[in-house]
């Protein structure tokens, strides 16, 4: 092959860099438009199952919250359930106790007749009526019929 002058091989080398660097360009664009698809590829096949994962975290999660609003549903009804027992043993107490007091105060005063008295008589010092019917023999009041008529 005849030898080309100088100044061709420079251009001709010349041009020769220029194609490498376009191919280099080239390739470097085709590996990314490459990469790209790939994980175009892997996101579009992989969606569907982050989704399915996705709602079944969701349903877990509604499921904790209402087996915990249950529990918490349980523990208010028992605070009620040894409250109420509580307040029932408290109001035996006491009417145990008034019993018993009213046995005493029965007793000491000559029995149920006497106690009843008592309690009558009680509640006209509390009374600030002015006229007081007091009741007969036969437990009917005595009234003033002609009271009324002035």
Same mark, same amino acid.
């Given at each position: 092959?005849?030898?080309?002058?100088?100044?061709?091989?420079?251009?001709?080398?010349?041009?020769?860099? %220029?194609?490498? &660097?376009?191919?280099?360009?080239?390739?470097?664009?085709?590996?990314?438009?490459?990469?790209?698809?790939?994980?175009?590829?892997?996101?579009?096949?992989?969606?569907? @199952?982050?989704?399915?994962?996705?709602?079944?975290? &969701?349903?877990?999660?509604?499921?904790?919250?209402? @087996?915990?609003?249950?529990?918490?549903?349980?523990?208010?009804?028992?605070?009620?359930?040894?409250?109420?027992?509580?307040?029932?043993?408290?109001?035996?107490?006491?009417?145990?106790?008034?019993?018993?007091?009213?046995?005493?105060?029965?007793?000491?005063?000559?029995?149920?007749?006497?106690?009843?008295?008592?309690?009558?008589?009680?509640?006209?010092?509390?009374?600030?009526?002015?006229?007081?019917?007091?009741?007969?023999?036969? %437990?009917?009041?005595?009234?003033?019929?002609?009271?009324?008529?002035?």
């Amino acid at each position: 092959m005849p030898e080309l002058p100088v100044i061709w091989r420079h251009r001709l080398l010349d041009r020769l860099k %220029g194609y490498r &660097a376009m191919d280099q360009k080239t390739g470097c664009s085709l590996v990314g438009l490459g990469i790209g698809a790939v994980l175009l590829l892997a996101l579009l096949l992989s969606w569907p @199952q982050y989704r399915v994962y996705q709602q079944r975290l &969701a349903g877990e999660a509604r499921l904790a919250e209402a @087996q915990s609003s249950r529990q918490v549903a349980i523990l208010e009804a028992r605070a009620k359930k040894e409250s109420a027992i509580s307040l029932a043993e408290a109001e035996v107490i006491r009417a145990s106790g008034a019993a018993r007091a009213n046995k005493i105060l029965q007793d000491s005063l000559g029995g149920p007749e006497g106690y009843l008295r008592y309690l009558q008589i009680q509640s006209l010092e509390e009374t600030k009526a002015s006229l007081i019917y007091v009741p007969t023999e036969a %437990g009917l009041p005595v009234t003033e019929a002609k009271r009324l008529d002035r």
